[in-house]
Every structure is written in C-alpha cells, then in structure tokens.
C-alpha cells in the first residue's frame, strides 16, 4: 500500500506513472488528500512524507519509495539495491533535499498548468 498527497501535482505525475508500470496491479494507491481517507497515522505526517506499507511494516521516504519500486518489475531491480544501507542512505539524503524544493517544484508545476 502507498499514500500519496493527491493534492500535489508533483506526486500526481509520478503516482500516475507507477500505477501505469504497475501493471499487475500489486499496489494499493491511497490519496491521503481525500478527506473521506483514512489515514493510518497522523494525516499530517502522512503528506509531509512518501509512506508506503511493506510486508506489515509502514515505511517513509526513500524506504517507501524502494518499497514501491520492489512491487513493479521494471523497477524492482532499483528497489533491490536499495535494501543496501549505504544506497538507502544515499537515496534518503536526496530525498531529504527533494523535499526542501518541493514547494517550489510544486508553484512551478501549478504554474505551468494554467
């Protein structure tokens, strides 16, 4: 299971495009933006960070993230290599500086829109 911020077009994009990699349909996609959602911790905490639910085990970040990529073939070798705490690391420290830019990202991407 992952949960999205559907009210994030950046997030929208790439929801979009996993459910589309995600063609045997293994994941579970939930927008924790619709207010009709029940979140399974804090809703805040939800939309600050990527989560997702692997093996019972609820993940964020650049965990969730790999833990997406593992339940898509195309992407699994990706999520592998990432079971490797040098490379998790790796990942979370760009996701850590991703979500610095983010807002900005997201006013761009808004901006584009109109």
């Known amino acids: 299971m992952v ?6 077009p950046l997030c929208l994009r790439e929801i979009a495009l ?3 990699l995600d063609q ?10 619709a207010p009709d ?10 939309l600050a960070r990527f989560h997702a639910r692997e093996d019972g ?4 970040g650049a965990a969730a993230f790999a833990a997406m990529w593992r339940a898509i073939p195309l992407l699994r070798p990706l ?12 990942l979370e420290a760009l996701y850590l500086r991703f979500l ?3 807002p900005r990202l997201q006013a761009w991407v808004r901006e584009r829109a109109r």
Do not use: E, H, Q, Y
Request: with cysteine; glycine share 10%; hydrophobic share 50%.
């Open 3 to 8: 949960w999205f911020d559907g009210g994030c």
């Open 18 to 20: 996993m459910r589309r």
């Open 24 to 33: 045997r349909g293994a994941i579970r996609f939930v927008d924790v933006a």
């Open 37 to 46: 959602t029940v979140c399974p911790i804090d809703r805040s905490a939800l």
């Open 57 to 60: 085990v609820m993940l964020s």
């Open 79 to 90: 999520g592998l290599l990432a079971r490797n705490p040098l490379a998790l690391r790796g």
């Open 100 to 102: 610095k830019v983010r």
